[in-house]
């Protein structure tokens, strides 16, 4: 189904939960941007790149420095992977 199809057909609520638990996402990010979705997350270097895994809703995850942990992880919540750039 055309993601425009399916959009015209299901609620917001039922599109934003597309995916959920079956779906996650991973995403480079600069330190700098860390602490908008790990707020819990220590003061980093800002030079650092790191990498992230969310679930297809957005709720963060995962965050590391090594971008193969965020596969590994995802593999163990049995989630598909797709890369955001």
């Known amino acids: ?12 609520s039922e599109f934003a939960h597309l995916g959920a638990g079956e779906v996650g996402y991973i995403r ?3 330190s700098a941007e860390v602490s908008r979705c790990f707020p819990e997350a220590p003061e980093i270097d800002p030079t650092l790149d790191l990498w992230a895994l969310f679930a297809a809703d957005g709720t963060p995850i995962l965050l590391t420095d ?3 942990s965020t596969f ?3 593999a163990e919540d049995d989630l598909k ?3 955001l750039h």
């Not at 993601?3 to 609620?11: N, R, W, Y």
């Open 81 to 83: 992977t797709v890369s």
């Open 28 to 30: 480079k990010m600069k």
């Open 66 to 68: 090594n971008r193969s």
């Open 72 to 74: 590994f992880k995802a």
């Open 1 to 12: 189904m055309l993601l425009k199809e399916a959009s015209s057909h299901l609620t917001k």
